[in-house]
């Protein structure tokens, strides 16, 4: 059980996976002055698919919080002492467990209850699945009554998303479609049912987490912030050499071309 006082609206989304991007961070060796300038990522390898997470959930809680305000939106909800779940969304239409999934630059599939990504088969909606029937079983025993809990698989601003068949007790949709779906479907819930079940999410007898320290998430933002810049200049550095390169590439091939048309004309 949480701790006295505790409020899962005080948490942030990607909390808990930006709070361990920050401290994995914090054992990686500094970069030197001539990977800065080339622009080598500050990122370890074990803390890229870390990154990207939390990335994602930041984006997709940031939409989720615009819904408006017949909805609630929990973020980061530890459902017991090893895992969170990204999101909790309760409104008119129902009550959601969203997982965010970021795939920068990828092609994705959806097609007989399976997520395909860059060719190859992904479990998010199995893992989905999953939560929401966890959630489900928690959310009714605390509520004294069924409350029926979707799950949701947002998948971040894909480069193409082709949902070729919707996967059974289960949707997939991208985050630039995510707040006009969820604004589109029937409303199953009145305004008193989303305050009870937000009430009771919100409640730290429901789960089955352990005593959370109290985390300035103002600090965490602002860390993490840092990274994210970071980041992003050495993206800037790697564009620059890269153009740099192809520039010379260019006008090496410019030259020889100009030296031999003038060798094939030259009398």
Do not use: C
Not at 215 to 221: E, G, I, S
Not at 248 to 264: K, N, Q
């Amino acid at each position: 059980m949480m701790s006295a006082g505790y409020s899962l609206r005080s948490r942030v989304p990607g909390q808990s996976v930006m709070s361990r991007v920050i401290e994995s961070q914090k054992l990686v060796p500094a970069r030197s002055r001539i990977a800065r300038i080339f622009g080598f990522s500050p990122l370890s390898v074990e803390n890229r698919a870390l990154y990207r997470a939390a990335v994602g959930e930041s984006l997709v809680g940031e939409a989720l919080d615009h819904l408006g305000p017949e909805w609630d939106v929990l973020h980061d909800v530890p459902i017991d002492e090893h895992y969170e779940i990204d999101h909790l969304a309760i409104g008119p239409p129902g009550v959601f467990v969203v997982m965010t999934k970021n795939f920068p630059g990828h092609e994705i599939a959806v097609a007989k209850g399976i997520i395909t990504v860059g060719g190859k088969e992904q479990d998010h909606v199995e893992i989905a699945r999953a939560e929401a029937a966890g959630v489900t079983e928690l959310l009714s025993a605390a509520a004294g009554g069924a409350v029926r809990v979707q799950s949701l698989v947002v998948v971040v601003n894909p480069k193409k998303l082709v949902v070729r068949e919707q996967p059974s007790d289960a949707w997939v949709v991208s985050s630039r479609q995510l707040v006009r779906w969820l604004a589109k479907l029937p409303r199953t819930l009145d305004g008193a049912e989303v305050a009870y079940i937000s009430d009771v999410a919100d409640r730290e007898s429901t789960w089955k987490a352990v005593p959370a320290p109290g985390q300035d998430t103002q600090v965490l933002h602002a860390e993490f912030a840092e990274l994210r810049e970071e980041i992003a200049s050495a993206t800037r550095a790697r564009v620059v050499w890269a153009t740099v390169a192809f520039l010379l590439f260019a006008g090496t091939v410019w030259t020889t071309v100009a030296i031999l048309t003038s060798d094939f004309v030259r009398p």
